[in-house]
């Protein structure tokens, strides 16, 4: 079985600047997702790939053990740009390199570092044991309910209920979560359908049993942080 892990780290950062390279309580925030990376490589004899379009963001991988030849072209490293495609190009890049076909890619992503070894073993046994599956992502349990408590605006201006239902507690109402992004792992069938995202009708989810949430604004870096410092974390990072 042949694995490729995925590390993509654009350059650019509105919402917190300079984030990917970032110190997070002592490590730069990729050094997280390189260290798990490394480990969960080393297990399955996995290749790893670094997607980034940041001259410095590849020399910090370096320092942190990764090495990569390969550096996203500037038309995948816009704003405007989906990160699938970003995905395509260094799996096709990593394939012709290595003289390798891949079963399965891992996309690990930076700014949801909150993962583990275990997480990714247990989301790719449950994605190789269901034969129609294509993919698996990483989810949370969401704090907000459509079916009950979140609203969306019709079209005469007034307010509804994102999913219709008559449901009266948030417990009653249908399960539904939060896409955390921390990891999404496709089988090699997902890329020969050419799917503009990670959704599509054979998905499945795992969720993570512990604390994981993505970086989206500057107040997530200092929530993440505390926790770190302070061993707040219900699981060892």
Known sequence: MNILITIC??????????K??????????????????RKFAK???????????????IAAAK????????????????????????IVDV???EEKSSNTRFDYLIDLDVTAPLRTVEDLNNALEMLIADDKALNIFSVSPANRNPYFNMVEQAEDGYYKLCKKGNFLTRQSSPKVYDMNASFYIYKRAFFEK?????????????VVPHVCFDLDHEIDFSFMEYLMRNKKLDFLL
Do not use: H, Q, W
Request: with cysteine; charged share 20%.
């Open 43 to 57: 297990e399955k004899n996995c290749t790893i790939g670094l997607s980034t379009d940041s001259a410095e963001i």
């Open 194 to 206: 050419n799917f503009p995202s990670a959704l599509t009708d054979k998905s499945l989810v795992y």
């Open 20 to 37: 990917n390279i970032r110190p997070l309580a002592g490590i730069p925030l990729i050094g997280y997702t390189i260290n798990v990376a």
């Open 63 to 86: 320092e942190l053990g990764l090495t990569s030849e390969y550096k996203r072209p500037e038309s995948l490293a816009t704003d405007t740009i989906g990160k699938m495609p970003a």
């Open 9 to 18: 780290a654009r350059g650019g950062s509105k919402g917190i600047p300079g």
């Open 91 to 93: 799996l096709n890049f």
